[in-house]
């Protein structure tokens, strides 16, 4: 019994490629990327299942395997990117290191810190992730900030508006293409700066004049009473 023989095309396409397999944890990792990647560009709402299965080549089936819902693989996005951002820049203190740090954590992944802190914030059922994270940023702006600026409601003003202006500055940046990489954390610090210069205590109309900066009629008095203290009272008609 003779062989068939295969036809042009099946000699032209060769034998078929196996899918590749991959590990558990790989598989959910290429899925969290390209679930990142989709709900940046369109939001939770507007973007769907078929959508994401579409980003990542697979099949709708495929995502269920490792996560319940798209509710639950937005909530895994959102929570590997706060914890990608919390290993890039800590959480607990505020140093020269940590709008440079917040900068390189932003670069790495575009996509996640904006869905965090652009997207998720605008999500309902999402917000109170945000919440925490604002809570816990405040927290410790107030604390490092009391070094600086007197107790009061200036502090709490500028503890409220740096750590906003902060997130906002890195993602309009973001936005901008990251222009300057270099000099983009002295700009942003220099915008910090201005808020805490602007929190604390105002001097004293005058206080901080050198004598010759002084109005010509303040002088004029000054010297003219001066004059009058060092010169002899004389009786009348002497």
Known sequence: MSKPVASQGQREAGPAQPVRRLRRAERREQILDAATRAFARAGYAATGLD??????????????????????????VLDRACA??????????????????LLRAAAADPDGFRLLFRHAA??????????????????????????AIPAGPWLDWAANLIPTLTLESVIAWLDAGQPD?????????????????AARPAPAPGADRH?????????????????????????PGA
């Open 211 to 235: 004598p010759a900066q002084r109005p010509a009629q303040s002088r004029s008095s000054s010297q003219s009473t001066s004059r009058a203290r060092s010169e002899p009272v004389r009786p």
């Open 181 to 197: 990489p270099g000099q983009a954390a002295d700009r942003i610090t220099a915008a910090v700066h201005g808020v805490m210069a």
């Open 51 to 76: 959508d994401i299965a579409a980003e990542a080549e697979l099949t709708r089936a495929m995502l269920y395997r490792h996560f319940d819902s798209k509710a639950d693989l937005y909530r895994a």
């Open 84 to 101: 990608r951002l919390a290993e890039a820049a800590g959480a607990d203190d505020f140093d020269e290191d940590s709008i440079p740090a």
């Open 122 to 147: 605008r999500e309902p059922d999402f917000r109170e992730l945000i919440d925490s994270i604002t809570a816990a940023s405040r927290e410790v702006a107030h604390r490092n900030l009391a070094r």
